[in-house]
């Protein structure tokens, strides 16, 4: 069964009508990413027909990762770290450890880096300090991808199951509390979070390739 997204951009319009995302914005930040980084890789021929494990930042200290390609949402990168696993793939808008985003980049993890009118500063401070296999913003444009999600790991649900992967395991999805590993702090944190379940939820009822661990 092929993974569609139309379902999508109703949900888009909800999150931006309660948190006050503005359209233009998310534009500029389109602009500028599509400046700054040049992709180089292939990010399908990495998810098509594999078993993808996410890590998300709720993980505990005594949960194992499932085996799969490895994907970190964020700033879980440092629980993969912590484990001696390098990420594959790190799926981020740079709000993470970002020190431990450069290190494992430099040590063979594919980015897949998000711009969104929140993080305009962070994607001039780091356009020379990471190399990015695919650019997503939160509408697509001629330089940008976009797979649908919210926070980077039901982003990165959403990119592997558009991208043929043939199941996906979530393992650190607490939807109830922040994680540790959770980047900058916001209020709106748990709202965020409720979303992600919902997405997540959805994923699962549209393709029962969805493991939660």
Request: hydrophobic letters at 40%; aromatic letters at 8%; charged letters at 20%.
């Amino acid at each position: 069964m092929s993974f569609t997204i139309d379902w999508w951009w109703p949900i888009q319009d909800e999150i931006n009508f309660q948190f006050g995302f503005v359209k233009s914005r998310e534009n500029v930040s389109s602009r500028l990413i599509s400046r700054l980084y040049k992709p180089e890789g292939n990010l399908s021929k990495l998810l098509l027909n594999q078993e993808v494990t996410i890590v998300g930042a709720g993980i505990e200290d005594d949960e194992e990762i499932p085996s799969g390609v490895l994907i970190a949402a964020d700033g879980a990168v440092s629980a993969c770290l912590e484990r001696q696993q390098i990420p594959d793939i790190i799926v981020t808008d740079l709000d993470g450890n970002l020190l431990d985003i450069v290190s494992a980049n430099e040590s063979g993890s594919n980015i897949v880096l998000h711009g969104h009118g929140d993080n305009l500063s962070k994607l001039f401070e780091f356009s020379t300090k990471i190399n990015v296999i695919s650019l997503t913003t939160t509408y697509p444009s001629d330089m940008s991808n976009c797979w649908g999600g919210f926070t980077d790991g039901d982003r990165a649900l959403m990119m592997s199951l558009s991208l043929g992967a043939s199941s996906v395991n979530l393992v650190g999805f607490n939807f109830s509390k922040v994680g540790k590993y959770t980047g900058n702090y916001s209020p709106k944190k748990l709202q965020k979070l409720d979303w992600a379940r919902r997405i997540v939820e959805k994923c699962q009822e549209q393709t029962g390739k969805v493991k939660i661990y």
